[in-house]
């Protein structure tokens, strides 16, 4: 009888894939250059900095055109 498996929902769940993680990541860090961050500083940032500038898109661009005139 398989009912541990069955009731025990956290062994039957879907994992996640490491190279769903890179592709996410991977769009997440085209989407933070299409905001005006720049390619190297971009592929420098970690994934949840990545994350943290896409939650405000407005203040990023705002930040990173200033850097950009000055």
């Known amino acids: 009888m398989a009912t ?3 009731r025990n929902k956290n ?3 879907p994992k996640k894939k490491g190279a769903a993680k890179r ?3 991977k769009n997440q860090k085209k989407r933070v250059m299409a905001l005006g961050v720049p390619a ?3 592929e ?3 994934a949840d900095q990545l994350r943290a ?4 898109p407005n203040e990023t661009q705002k930040v990173f ?3 950009e005139q000055a």
């Open 4 to 6: 541990s498996t069955f």
């Open 11 to 13: 062994e039957v769940r």
């Open 23 to 25: 592709a996410r990541i």
């Open 40 to 42: 190297e500083t971009a």
């Open 44 to 46: 420098k940032l970690q």
């Open 53 to 56: 500038l896409l939650k405000f």
């Open 65 to 67: 055109a200033e850097k």
